[in-house]
């Protein structure tokens, strides 16, 4: 049976041109994107009210509280501008919040973190979904955030900055930017997202550090290249890094 008739009871409810389905309670949005992804509906979000193991990028947990966003994103891409993924969803969280606040203090932060007076507000999960499909998981925080001291880096939520909104208005208006921001890409390629990007990355041309599982790295941030990936100025060599930790010194 597939996926959708099996959640027969889930309303489709149209954003735009997205599908959305919200659920009341999954493991991972990701997840349950991914098994939509066999029903072949391109353009598909799928959101929950509670979600009890949300996962982070490389291994880390996502501390999902309930009144916050997650929401995942199922679109056919090839495969050759995965890359560019994380850029355009982060940007648009950016943007977002700028349509919100245009006084907030928001940064970038390689390769899709949000910051805002620098903490870490969204994150974005990208994996593979069936066949064309990838799968880009965003958790905004809302109304709460973890406060755990041993946390990679600290949070916050919208409503410590005066931003009173709801998981569904937030969705609408992400959707919206976002949708303008993928047509950007598919009319003028990736060098407009990308400058869009490095004018609010934190910490461009300053020295920063990479972690990786066993080792980490220092350098200067110069920029990324056309696939998206960092480059890190060392000793006068320039360094392409895939994949990673950033953090700021
Ligand atoms: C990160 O910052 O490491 C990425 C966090 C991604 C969290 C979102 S919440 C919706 C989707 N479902 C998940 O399990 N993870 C992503």
Same mark, same amino acid.
């Given at each position: 049976m597939s996926y959708l008739k099996n959640k027969i009871n889930t309303k489709v409810n149209y954003i735009e041109d997205w599908a959305c389905f919200e659920l009341?309670?999954?493991?991972?949005t990701n997840d349950e994107a991914k098994a939509m992804s066999k029903d072949d509906i391109d353009k598909l979000v799928v959101t929950a009210? @509670?979600?009890?193991?949300g996962r982070g990028r490389r291994g880390h947990e996502w501390v999902s509280m309930e009144g916050n966003l997650f929401a995942s994103f199922a679109l056919k891409i090839?495969? @050759?501008?995965?890359?560019v993924l994380s850029f355009i969803f982060s940007l648009s969280i950016f943007d977002m919040l700028k349509r919100f606040d245009s006084e907030l203090d928001i940064k970038l932060k390689w390769p899709n973190d949000v910051l805002v007076y620098n903490r870490k507000i969204s994150g974005i999960l990208i994996e593979k979904g069936e066949g064309e499909y990838f799968i880009v998981g965003i958790g905004i925080n809302i109304v709460n955030y973890p406060k755990n001291v041993n946390l990679k880096y600290d949070a916050t939520c919208l409503k410590n900055i005066n931003i009173q909104k709801d998981r569904n208005e937030i969705l609408r208006e992400y959707i919206n930017i976002l949708n303008r921001n993928l047509e950007q890409w598919k009319n003028f390629g990736f060098e407009k997202i990308k400058d869009n990007w490095l004018k609010n990355a934190?910490?461009?041309g300053q020295e920063i550090v990479v972690k990786f599982d066993n080792n980490e790295i220092k350098g200067i941030f110069i920029g990324v290249d056309e696939n998206g990936y960092l480059l890190l100025e060392k000793n006068g060599q320039v360094e392409k890094i895939y994949a990673g930790d950033v953090f700021y010194i």
């Open positions: 009341e309670e999954v493991g991972s009210k @509670r979600q009890l193991s090839d495969p @050759r501008h995965i890359g934190k910490n461009l």
